[in-house]
């Protein structure tokens, strides 16, 4: 349980409140979960995250301030962005706090990142999209907004409660996913497959289905070859012509 747990970051996307920060700290260690990680500049009361983290002020202590999403998702095999709305231009599909607990179980090496947005507004479409998944906490549709860090113990009670292990493979990061993506789109480009702005979007597919799925390197590297070759295979039909 706890090599698992070492594995998943917690990232908030520009909080806005200090006092948030420190019950998220503590919903995290109550799960057992310490890493955690703060996008944006802005500073933070001290005090305020202290007075509410109670003895979990040692996890906002250690954590590590980030200016953009991307960079602090670049390194994860796997990230998820919590939200509650779905639409245009976001992920095709989500999955529930217990399908992620599973996700991970069957994920054996890599670091995890599980992203939260503002309190006010969430994450935007555009940084949901630097996620490989989208994960959505069931609410009543009344009321469905949770706070930061009720969302957090949600999600992390998911993962610390799920005693389902997996054997296990070794996942592509998130750096590995976009080369496997470049190496599609390109070759798509060469037989001349995209109208329009099909393009974009057809990237956001094959993303969000990659690692939904949870290729491995192994299948990354035949995903590759397979479109080099069809791109090949245009091109050698172009000059027997």
Do not use: W
Not at 226 to 235: N, V, Y
Request: with cysteine.
């Amino acid at each position: 349980m706890k090599n698992k747990l070492d594995r998943i970051h917690i990232v908030l996307v520009e909080p806005q409140s200090s006092e948030n920060i420190g019950s998220v700290c503590r919903a995290m260690k109550t799960m057992g979960i310490s890493k955690l990680e703060i996008v944006g500049e802005k500073i933070y009361d001290r005090a305020g995250i202290k007075n509410l983290s109670v003895h979990a002020f040692d996890i906002y202590e250690k954590s590590i301030r980030y200016k953009n999403l991307k960079t602090a998702l670049l390194n994860s095999v796997l990230t998820a962005g919590a939200t509650r709305r779905s639409g245009k231009k976001r992920k095709y599909i989500s999955i529930y706090p217990e399908e992620l607990a599973v996700k991970i179980n069957n994920i054996s090496k890599g670091e995890i990142s599980i992203v939260f947005g503002r309190e006010s507004s969430g994450l935007t479409a555009r940084e949901l999209s630097e996620c490989n998944i989208a994960v959505n906490i069931p609410s009543s549709a009344e009321f469905p907004s949770l706070n930061l860090a009720q969302a957090v113990q949600v999600i992390t009670y998911s993962i610390f409660r799920s005693d389902h292990y997996g054997k296990g493979y070794k996942p592509v990061n998130s750096e590995r996913m976009e080369q496997v993506i470049e190496t599609i789109t390109s070759s798509l480009d060469k037989i001349k497959f995209f109208k329009l702005k099909e393009k974009e979007e057809l990237e956001q597919f094959f993303s969000d289905l990659f690692m939904r799925a949870g290729i491995s390197q192994a299948e990354s590297l035949r995903i590759e070859k397979t479109f080099r070759k069809i791109a090949g295979i245009k091109s050698q039909k172009e000059l027997n012509l």
